[in-house]
T-cell receptor, first 116, second 109 residues
């Protein structure tokens, strides 16, 4: 099946710094990727849809200037959390859809971000 | 608005059967997914239903009734490793994936 990787798997940073998370589709091309955030004991919350070659689409309430998304190639999307604060500490997960429009999502393993 | 409801938490005994229900109200329907998520890990795909009826896959089965906006995930011969959250998600008319809040399943010996 399709494989999506994420890097890093875990990151600890100081408040005010920026953190970049990479999401790669390893054996397929993804024109669209999704970025989710999950707080403890809560479900996935879609943050934004990353589109290759164009601007990302952000969900209501998600600050596009704080969560920068770049989808520069068909296999790579990056999420940069700028000026991170402790409340940004969360589990960030990316996913990419399969070829069919209603196909399953292939999830990356997630990135645990802790902001001190 | 779009809404997916599933119980917050369920408890079952090892070796038993458990049914996790999901009801949905979405703008259009293009399929329903069940995912399993262990704590601290990403979700993994379990099943996909787009037509009414029961889909069986080993110990797991998923049922769909589109007219009722209802699905369930049936887990048989429960094992301790089945302790996880189970997420119901629906693809709407725009192929947007709408997620339920998840059901935390606790398996007791």
């Amino acid at each position: 099946g399709a494989v999506v990787s994420q890097h890093p798997s875990r990151v600890i940073c100081k408040s005010g710094t920026s953190v970049k998370i990479e999401c790669r589709s390893l054996d397929f091309q993804a024109t669209t990727m999704f970025w989710y955030r999950q707080f403890p004991k809560q479900s996935l919350m879609l943050m934004a849809t990353s589109n290759e070659g164009s601007k990302a689409t952000y969900e209501q309430g998600v600050e596009k200037d704080k969560f920068l998304i770049n989808h520069a190639s068909l296999t790579l999307s990056t999420l940069t959390v700028t000026s991170a604060h402790p409340e940004d500490s969360s589990f960030y997960i990316c996913s990419a859809p399969g070829l069919a429009e209603a196909s399953e999502q292939f999830f990356g393993p997630g990135t645990r971000l802790t902001v001190l | 608005g779009q809404n997916i409801d599933q119980p917050t938490e369920m408890t079952a005994t090892e070796g038993a059967i458990v049914q996790i229900n999901c009801t949905y109200q979405t703008s259009g329907f293009n399929g329903l997914f069940w995912y399993q998520q262990h704590a601290g890990e990403a979700p993994t795909f379990l099943s996909y239903n787009v037509l009414d009826g029961l889909e069986e896959k080993g110990r797991f089965s998923s049922f769909l009734s589109r007219s009722k906006g209802y699905s369930y995930l049936l887990l048989k011969e429960l094992q301790m490793k089945d302790s996880a959250s189970y997420l119901c998600a629906v693809t709407d008319s725009n192929y947007q994936l709408i997620w339920g809040a998840g059901t935390k399943l606790i398996i007791k010996p």
